[in-house]
């Protein structure tokens, strides 16, 4: 893959994920959490069996049980964050699943027993001050749904950590797409069962 392209990718999807927040709030307004939650992530699996049809392909009993772990964290993570936005803002719940960097820098911490070096920290603080400056348009309040959304940045932080270790020894395209597989087979099982 050359930068640019990879650059793009990344706009993308930066792109999409700032505006799912919005696209999810209005979802609510009509649609259970898990339903909102199904949908993104079958959405998500027919997006990437039409884009990387090889990688679905290309299947072992370890990436299923490494899709069947991540599955579950991001079944939990998006619940959370669609069950935060009943009940809080979209500016809020952005900035709170934002504070995920610091999520990441601590959990590492602790995982290799290690203080996060001047530059990990100085960026963390200027991050997340800079977050707060874009997105707060009002006081922040720690309501349920507040506290719902920064779970969220907590388990995509231990997501993020486990994917990094599994993406060593797996490709990345299998692990995305079994990982879309998990989460949709979470969602629906999470449907039967709750709703």
């Known amino acids: 893959m050359t930068r640019t ?3 793009l990718l990344m706009l993308i999807v930066t792109a999409g994920w700032g505006a799912s927040y919005m696209w999810m709030k209005i979802a609510l307004t009509g ?9 993104c992530f079958m ?4 997006a990437m069996a039409i884009v990387f049809p090889k990688a679905l392909m290309k299947t072992t009993k ?3 049980g490494i899709s069947f772990v991540l599955g579950l964290l991001l079944f939990l993570l998006f619940t959370s ?7 809080t803002s979209a500016s809020t719940a952005g900035f709170l699943t934002s504070t995920t960097a610091i999520f990441v820098a601590i959990f590492d911490a602790i995982l290799h027993r290690r203080w996060p070096g001047r530059l990990t920290v100085v960026t ?14 009002g ?11 920064l779970g969220t940045a907590a388990l995509y932080a231990v997501y993020i950590l486990l994917s990094d270790h599994w993406a060593k020894k797996t490709s990345g395209h299998t692990q995305g797409q079994h990982s879309a597989t998990g989460r949709g087979w979470w969602t629906w099982d999470g449907n039967r069962l709750l709703v």
Request: charged residues 10%; positive net charge.
């Open 5 to 7: 392209k990879a650059f």
């Open 31 to 39: 649609v259970h959490p898990l339903m909102v939650v199904g949908l």
């Open 43 to 46: 959405i998500a699996f027919i």
């Open 62 to 64: 370890r990436d299923c």
């Open 81 to 87: 964050v669609v069950v935060g936005l009943k009940t």
């Open 124 to 137: 963390t603080v200027t991050v997340i001050v800079g977050l707060y400056l874009l997105t707060a348009s």
């Open 139 to 149: 006081p922040m309040v720690l309501n349920r749904g507040a506290l719902f959304c």
